[in-house]
C-alpha cells in the first residue's frame, strides 16, 4: 500500500513540477532607485534604476525613463519598454532635481505615499542639477550607481553631516506645525558624486540650502549628536603671524532650547548647546596641555561657533524656515489654544533668538 501510494505522489510530482517556473525572480523588475525631473508643460520625468542579476546578462542593471502628467503617467509608459514585471517593493532612494523641487513636491511626494508596497523608510534627497544624469551615469569607481547613493547617504547621516530624511521623517516633519521638512543635496564632481549641503523645505518647496561647512553646525542646532567632527580655522594668531587651525571628532553635543515670553508679546529664545570633542589636530602656538591656554582655544572656537550659529538663523528666519524646530519649543511653553491663534510663520522671523555654543575638548591626543 505504500508503495502504491509513493508510486503515486511521484507520478503526480512529475506532472505537476514541470509546470512550475524556477526563474519567476528573474521576470521581476525590482526598482532600487527612482528620479524626478522637470519637463515641458508641466509635466515629469521619470527615471527608474533596475538591478540585474541574471549571469546570462551583462548588464548591471536597467535604466528607463519617460515623461507623463505624472510619476504614475510615466511610470505606465516605461513599464512597456522592458520585459520585467515592474515593482516598488525594494525602491530604496528617491531623487529630485533641485528644479523640480523649487516648484513644488507634493505631487510627487502624495503619489509615492498612495503606493502602499513602497516603504516608508525610502530615502528622500536632492539633485544639484539633473537628477537623471545622476542616477543614470555610470561611475568607474563604483559597481551601481544606485547602490552607491544608498550607501552615501547611509554614511553621511550616521556622521550627521546630512540629516537622516526618510519618507516618513520628511511627513512627520511637515505635518507638524513646530518643525519644517529638510533633505540632503548631492551633486555630481567628477567622477564621483558629493554631497553639496542640506535643502530647507517650505512645506513641499525647497527654498534655501546650508552649506556644507555648517552641516554640523546645523545637526547640533537642532538636536544631540553622538558623534561627527568638524575642522575651524580659528583666525590670524595675536603673538605671531601664523593662522590657528583646530580639527575635533567624536563630537557629543547637548542642545537645550529656553523659551521666555517677554511683555508686548515679544518671544526669546536662547539655544544652549555644549559639544565635547577629542581635538584631532590643532596648528597654532598655544600649549593644548596647558590648562590655561587650552581654555583660551576653547573659548575661541565657543566663540566662532556661536558666531556662525546665529548667522545660521538669520538665515532660516529670513527665508521663514522653521528647520531647526524652534516652533515646537515655543508650542510647548504656551497653552495650546493661544498657539492654534499664532501665525507662526509670519511670527518666526521676529523671535529673538540667541545661541550660545560651548565647547570643551575632552582629550587632545597622547603628546603632551
Known amino acids: 500500500m505504500k508503495k502504491t501510494q509513493i508510486r503515486l505522489l511521484a507520478l503526480v510530482m512529475l506532472i505537476v513540477l514541470p509546470g512550475c517556473d524556477y526563474r519567476i525572480l528573474e ?27 541574471e549571469p546570462t546578462v551583462k548588464l548591471k542593471r536597467e535604466i528607463h525613463s519617460a515623461v507623463g502628467r505624472s510619476s504614475k503617467d510615466a511610470r ?19 531623487l529630485y532635481s533641485d528644479a523640480l523641487a523649487r516648484k513644488d513636491l507634493s505631487n510627487e511626494i502624495n503619489s509615492v ?30 559597481l551601481s550607481t544606485d547602490k552607491y547613493i544608498n550607501r552615501l547617504l547611509e554614511k553621511e547621516s550616521s556622521n550627521h553631516r546630512t540629516p537622516k530624511t526618510t519618507l516618513y521623517e ?29 535643502g530647507l523645505f517650505r512645506d513641499y518647496k525647497y527654498v534655501a540650502k546650508i552649506s556644507n561647512k555648517d552641516s554640523l553646525l546645523f545637526a547640533i542646532l537642532r538636536g544631540n549628536l553622538k558623534k561627527g567632527d568638524m575642522s575651524l580655522d580659528l583666525g590670524s594668531s595675536e603673538e605671531a603671524s ?53 581654555h583660551e582655544v576653547e573659548s575661541k572656537v565657543s566663540e566662532i561657533l556661536s558666531a556662525r550659529a546665529n548667522r545660521l538663523i538669520k538665515q532660516l528666519q529670513q527665508h521663514k524656515v522653521d528647520s531647526l524646530g524652534i516652533g515646537i519649543s515655543v508650542r510647548n511653553s504656551m497653552k495650546y489654544e493661544a498657539w ?4 507662526w510663520r509670519e511670527v518666526y522671523p521676529k523671535v529673538e533668538v540667541d545661541c550660545k555654543i560651548h565647547f570643551k575638548a575632552k582629550d587632545y591626543g597622547k603628546i603632551r
Open 170 to 198: 520628511f511627513e512627520r516633519d511637515y505635518y507638524d506645525d513646530g518643525i519644517d521638512p529638510v533633505a540632503p543635496i548631492l551633486k555630481e564632481v567628477g567622477n564621483d558624486i558629493s554631497v553639496d549641503g542640506i
Open 340 to 343: 492654534k491663534k499664532l501665525d
Open 242 to 294: 601664523s593662522h590657528e587651525y583646530i580639527m575635533f571628532s567624536s563630537v557629543i553635543s547637548d542642545r537645550k532650547v529656553h523659551v521666555e515670553h517677554k511683555t508686548g508679546g515679544t518671544i526669546h529664545v536662547t539655544i544652549d548647546g555644549h559639544l565635547r570633542g577629542s581635538v584631532h589636530e590643532y596648528i597654532g602656538n598655544k600649549k593644548l596641555s596647558n590648562d590655561a591656554q587650552r
Open 76 to 94: 505606465i509608459k516605461f513599464s512597456n519598454e522592458t520585459d520585467l514585471l515592474l515593482v516598488n517593493g525594494q525602491i530604496r532612494v528617491l
Open 113 to 142: 505615499l498612495r503606493d502602499t508596497s513602497i516603504s516608508p523608510l525610502v530615502k528622500i534627497t536632492l539633485v544639484s542639477g539633473s537628477a537623471k544624469e545622476l542616477l543614470g551615469k555610470d561611475y568607474k569607481q563604483h
Open 27 to 53: 521576470r521581476i523588475g525590482f526598482t532600487y532607485a527612482a528620479s524626478y525631473d522637470t519637463a515641458a508643460e508641466d509635466q515629469v520625468e521619470v527615471t527608474i534604476s533596475i538591478p540585474r542579476a
